[in-house]
């Protein structure tokens, strides 16, 4: 069965500084993995995606994610965090074992202070 | 213009009502679905559609009633409503397709009393 783990429920990191969310998956086949921002009162906005070749990508507002498939992870990462980066980050997973059903994660909240 | 809407974006009301929440996207996606947000922000599918076809069905008690009158459109209905649905309905809309991106309407808070 799918899952994906997000190991913390908050990362606090100074403003200037890079940040790190964190997460781990697990699925049956080959994993599709995405990353979903969430302000306050407001619904969930793609950051970006790995479905496959390199290992780095990178997506909206700076933010960058590491695809590791020997620690099953995808790191969500940022080199130079802003106070506006500050909310709850989903990780999600898909595979075709899953067929058109994602798993999230329970969210990582960051936050980031000035 | 908005890409995924709901209607209402807040709603209280007693338990035992019945009450629906509507959802369009002008995307030209052909699939939808409908998550619940519990208040510890927890996110879970609760149905799926694909060209009006029901794709994915989780353990959703028979009072949830999804309907999707046409591929722009789908709706969640539910009966006799419980303290425990209270929570924040999300629709959400992608292309067919395991890598497409969700794109996810505002969100309606259901707030059962």
């Known amino acids: 069965a799918q899952s994906v783990a997000q190991p913390e429920d908050q990362v606090n990191v100074a403003e200037g500084n890079p940040l790190t969310v964190k997460c781990t998956y697990s699925?049956?086949?080959?994993?599709?993995l995405f990353w979903y921002v969430q302000y306050p009162n407001r619904g969930l906005q793609f950051l970006l995606k790995?479905?496959?070749?390199?290992?780095l990508v990178k997506g909206s507002y700076g933010f960058e994610a590491e695809f590791n498939k020997s620690q099953t992870s995808f790191h969500l990462k940022k080199p130079s965090a802003l106070v506006s980066d500050s909310a709850l980050y989903f990780c999600?997973?898909?595979?075709?074992?899953?067929?058109?059903?994602?798993?999230f994660g329970a969210g990582t909240r960051l936050f980031v202070k000035a | 213009d908005t890409a995924v809407s709901q209607t209402p974006k807040y709603l209280v009301t007693q338990m035992g009502n019945d009450k629906s929440i509507k959802c369009e996207q002008n995307?030209?996606?052909?699939?939808m679905y409908w998550y619940k947000q519990d208040s510890k922000k927890f996110l879970k599918i609760m149905f799926s559609y694909n060209n009006k076809e029901l794709i994915i069905n989780e353990t959703v008690p028979n009072r949830f009633s999804p309907k999707s009158p046409d591929k722009a459109h789908l709706n969640l209905h539910i009966n006799s409503l419980e303290l425990g649905d209270s929570a924040v309905y999300f629709c959400?809309?992608?292309?067919?397709?395991?890598?497409?991106?969700?794109?996810f309407g505002p969100g309606t808070r259901l707030t059962v009393l």
């Open positions: 999600a997973v898909r595979d075709i074992g899953g067929g058109f059903k994602t798993i």
């Open positions: 699925v049956s086949g080959n994993p599709y």
């Open positions: 995307l030209g996606h052909d699939t």
């Open positions: 959400a809309s992608s292309q067919e397709g395991l890598t497409d991106t969700q794109y």
């Open positions: 790995y479905i496959t070749g390199d290992n």
